[in-house]
């Protein structure tokens, strides 16, 4: 009976010993990748404040090439970005027309709805379209509030696109 008992811890000692030995052997499945990448930054506005961004992916394909070509790494094309239901989502806004600047489109930098730590902060974004309806009389806009009061004095149009890009905010400036 003793050496039955005996066996039995050798057994499971072996078997204990083994799996350590596994995980030890394949640590470096687990380790992190230590070496550096490179990726441009989008700026935009966030309740008047100048925030840096990151986009990794996009719903659309059209968009992913787009985006690839003017930052100069990689876009994903996401199509599953698409199905995320909305209330994950924040609202981001670009311009169309208006005052030549730096956004995507050669006008005023877009604007965001949210920053990391605001409880409605999501780095997916909703791309919305925003026309000037007199682009004579555009102003820079900061915030969605301004936004959303330009929208309600008919000064700007805003078009929902459908698109979700996934743009982490890299923290204000």
């Known amino acids: 009976m003793v050496n039955s008992f005996n066996s039995k811890i050798l057994w499971l000692s072996?078997?204990?010993?083994?799996i350590f030995l596994l995980i030890g052997d394949n640590s470096n499945a687990l380790a992190v990748a230590n070496h550096p990448i490179s990726?441009?930054?989008?700026?935009?506005y966030v309740d008047g404040v100048m925030v840096s961004y990151i986009v990794t992916d996009t719903s659309d394909n059209k968009?992913?090439?787009?985006?690839?070509?003017?930052?100069?790494?990689?876009?994903?094309?996401?199509?599953?970005?698409?199905?995320?239901?909305?209330?994950?989502?924040?609202?981001?806004?670009?311009?169309?027309?208006?005052?030549?600047?730096?956004?995507?489109?050669?006008?005023?930098?877009?604007?965001?709805?949210?920053?990391p730590?605001?409880?409605?902060?999501s780095p997916l974004i909703h791309l919305?379209?925003?026309?000037?309806?007199?682009?004579?009389?555009?102003k820079i806009l900061k915030s969605t509030e301004e936004i959303v009061q330009a929208e309600q004095s008919g000064?700007?149009?805003?078009?929902?696109?459908g698109i979700i890009i996934n743009n982490p905010a890299v923290w204000p400036e």
Do not use: C, M
């Open 63 to 115: 968009t992913a090439v787009s985006i690839t070509e003017s930052q100069g790494h990689q876009i994903n094309f996401a199509p599953l970005l698409a199905s995320v239901p909305n209330q994950f989502l924040q609202q981001g806004y670009d311009f169309l027309n208006g005052i030549k600047g730096e956004g995507p489109f050669g006008f005023q930098l877009p604007v965001g709805t949210a920053l």
């Open 39 to 44: 990726l441009n930054t989008l700026n935009g």
């Open 14 to 18: 072996t078997f204990v010993l083994g």
């Open 155 to 161: 000064k700007v149009r805003i078009a929902p696109s």
């Open 117 to 121: 730590g605001d409880n409605d902060y």
């Open 128 to 138: 919305n379209f925003v026309n000037w309806t007199d682009p004579g009389q555009a």
